[in-house]
Structures are given as structure tokens and as C-alpha cells.
């Protein structure tokens, strides 16, 4: 007789993210949870507190914590948020050298007790600690995938819908490249339900500079936004915001439901990219990254990537100077 089983869902890092990590799969019963932190007692707390509450929401999953690596062996899919947060000031780049040496045993642990996980990074610098997360556990890079498009292009999504007065659930907005100040807003694209935002704008301002005006400040806001979180909590980085594009991520893979969404993936010549990872909009479905969806950019675009790479090959140069790749 065939006998089923809830899928399960390594949390690796218990922190802010953590945290609404385990509280979204456990609301929308994604599959059992488990928490690892290196915080003795942590991660064990926060889960019994979140599964105190199935009775409240109504859900059927377990929600464990834990500080041994052996409890998440033969989880289905890993989502890792280890690693410092930016503080003030920082850049995402300064917290190279700490995060990459979590990361390292992280991944080692991951490939020991979850080879055949999807793996989901989240800890910054992103497109950094997802080459490393592949390096180190070896597996295809179809399964090893990073979040920050799906928290960029909300962000730019939300910042136009405000403006223009309208549903963000009507706004369809992406964001390419790097998760840092050089990632690419794709204005050309952006639309509300299929009307090009930019006309909404000059018809809204009469005035195609003043349109323009506003664009390049939704674009630049974008581009800061972690930052504006940062400075307003002064203690940590975003992390609502981020749990819930990375569950959307997860949520994708395990219901197979082929979204389109931007992702950090792995290029093998996409996007004149050859074997590095970046943002782009992939299929996301059971296998993963299934397929890396081509855009046709104009120059300014282009450019505008390129320049997103350099800064990625910049971080992958430095990992490779510290002896990490
Ligand atoms: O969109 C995105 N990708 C991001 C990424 C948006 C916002 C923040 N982003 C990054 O996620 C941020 O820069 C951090 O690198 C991660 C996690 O952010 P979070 O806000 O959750 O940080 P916390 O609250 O400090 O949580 C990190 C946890 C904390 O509980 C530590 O005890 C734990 O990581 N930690 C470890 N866990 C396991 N193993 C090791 N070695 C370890 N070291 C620390």
C-alpha cells in the first residue's frame, strides 16, 4: 500500500527571517519544519511557540527547532538564512568573509545530511553565498538557487502601484542582475495589467520628463530599499519581506507550479553570462530552475546588466582571493 509523506523543510538559521520562515510553511502547511540554529534552546522555542498556534490557524504540520544537523537529514528542500544581517552603513558586500565561512559548514552539513534538497539561499551577499552553497555541496545548479529578484521586483512592484493609486496585484514589475545597488529595475517591462507603466505615468504627469523624473526615482528607491529598511530598524535587515519571496520561491517547487519569477540561477551563456550565477527570470517548478527565461534588452539595459555582473564577478573574485572557491 502506498503510503504518503508531508514534504520536509530545513530552516538553516533561525533568525528574523528564521523565524517567518517557519511560521508561513506552517500557515500554509508547505510540509513538516525544521529549524537549525547554532543558538542553544533558540530555534527550539520559537518553533514550540509557532506550533502552539496550529490549533489557532488550523494547521497540520510539525514545527521542530533544533541545534543538531543529523534532524534535518532527508529534507526535501533547505532554505538558509545563516549568517549576519547589515547594520547601519554596512554594504551587503562587507559581510563577505563572515557569512562565506557560515555558509561553508552550512553547505558541508546540507550535502552530508540533505543530498538530494533543493537549496534556497538567502544570506547576503547573495549572489556570493549562492556560488558557494553549489560549490561546496556539489550538487546541479538547477537545485541550488538564491532569493532577492522576488523581494526586488516587489519592492519595485509596491513603490508603483503606490504611486499610480492602483492594486499591486495589477502591477507585473522585474528586477535583473546582482542583489545590490547595481540590480536592473526593467522599466520597459513594467506594466499594469498589460499598460505599460510608463504611459500610466505620462498621463498621469502630462509631461513625458516629469514621468521620467518619477520613474528614475522609483528605480533609484528600488535599487536602496534594503537599505531604507536597514537605517529604519537600526538593528537588522529586512526580514518580512524577504520570508515571504522566499516562500513563494519554495512554494513554487513543491506544488510544481512552474512560476515565473526572478531568480538568482545559474547562467551558462544566457544573457551573454557564461558560468557565474545572477538574477534572471527562470520556470520554477519540481526541478527547480527548469529553464532560464532570455529577455531581448535594449543597450541602456544591457549596460545596465553588464555592470550588475562586474559587481557580482567582483564579490566571486574576492571569494576567490580568501581561499573560499
Ligand atoms: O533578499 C535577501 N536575500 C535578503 C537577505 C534580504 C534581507 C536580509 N538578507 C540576509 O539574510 C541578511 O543579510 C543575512 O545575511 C541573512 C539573515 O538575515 P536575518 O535578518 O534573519 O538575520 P538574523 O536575525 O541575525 O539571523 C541569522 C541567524 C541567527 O539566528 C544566527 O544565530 C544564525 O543565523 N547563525 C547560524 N546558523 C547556523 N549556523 C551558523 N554557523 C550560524 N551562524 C549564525
Redesign the pocket.
Known amino acids: 500500500m502506498a503510503t504518503f509523506k508531508r514534504p520536509k523543510i530545513a530552516l538553516?538559521?533561525?533568525?528574523?527571517?528564521?523565524g517567518v520562515l517557519a511560521q508561513l510553511c506552517a500557515l500554509r502547511e508547505l510540509g513538516d519544519v525544521v529549524m537549525?540554529?547554532?543558538?542553544e534552546d533558540?530555534p527550539q522555542g520559537k518553533c514550540l511557540d509557532i506550533a502552539e498556534a496550529s490549533r489557532v490557524d488550523g494547521f497540520d504540520v510539525e514545527v521542530k527547532g533544533t541545534n543538531d544537523y543529523k534532524d534535518i537529514e532527508g529534507a526535501d528542500i533547505c532554505i538558509v538564512?545563516?549568517?549576519?544581517?547589515?547594520k547601519p552603513g554596512m554594504s551587503?558586500d562587507d559581510?563577505l568573509t563572515t557569512?562565506a565561512n557560515?555558509i561553508k559548514?552550512?553547505a558541508e552539513n546540507i550535502k552530508q545530511y540533505a543530498p538530494d534538497s533543493h537549496v534556497i539561499v538567502?544570506?547576503?551577499p547573495?549572489d556570493a553565498m549562492v556560488t558557494l552553497m553549489r560549490e561546496v555541496t556539489g550538487f546541479p545548479h538547477n537545485r541550488v538557487y538564491?532569493?532577492?529578484g522576488v523581494?526586488d521586483s516587489s519592492r519595485f512592484a509596491s513603490f508603483i502601484a503606490w504611486e499610480l493609486g492602483v492594486s499591486v496585484k495589477d502591477i507585473n514589475a522585474l528586477v535583473l542582475g546582482g542583489?545590490g545597488d547595481t540590480m536592473v529595475p526593467l522599466v520597459r517591462y513594467a506594466n499594469v495589467n498589460g499598460i505599460p507603466v510608463m504611459e500610466l505615468l505620462e498621463r498621469k504627469y502630462g509631461d513625458a520628463a516629469k514621468a521620467k523624473e518619477v520613474m528614475d526615482a522609483i528605480v533609484e528607491r528600488t535599487r536602496k530599499a534594503?537599505g531604507e529598511v536597514v537605517a529604519l530598524l537600526k538593528k537588522?535587515?529586512?526580514?518580512y519581506s524577504?520570508a515571504s519571496?522566499a516562500i513563494a520561491m519554495a512554494e513554487a517547487v513543491l506544488r510544481d507550479q512552474k512560476r515565473v519569477l526572478p531568480v538568482c540561477a545559474w547562467l551558462d551563456g544566457e544573457y551573454g553570462v557564461n558560468g557565474m550565477y545572477l538574477g534572471v527570470p527562470v520556470i520554477l517548478g519540481a526541478n527547480g530552475v527548469e529553464k532560464v527565461i532570455e529577455l531581448s534588452l535594449n543597450d541602456e539595459e544591457q549596460a545596465m546588466l553588464d555592470n550588475s555582473v562586474n559587481a557580482v564577478k567582483k564579490l566571486i573574485e574576492d571569494m576567490k582571493r580568501l581561499g573560499f572557491l
Open positions: 538553516i538559521g533561525g533568525g528574523q527571517i528564521g537549525y540554529d547554532i543558538v533558540m538564512t545563516a549568517g549576519l544581517p547589515r551587503r559581510l557569512n557560515i559548514t552550512v538567502i544570506s547576503n547573495l538564491g532569493q532577492a523581494l542583489h534594503g537588522g535587515s529586512a526580514f524577504p519571496s
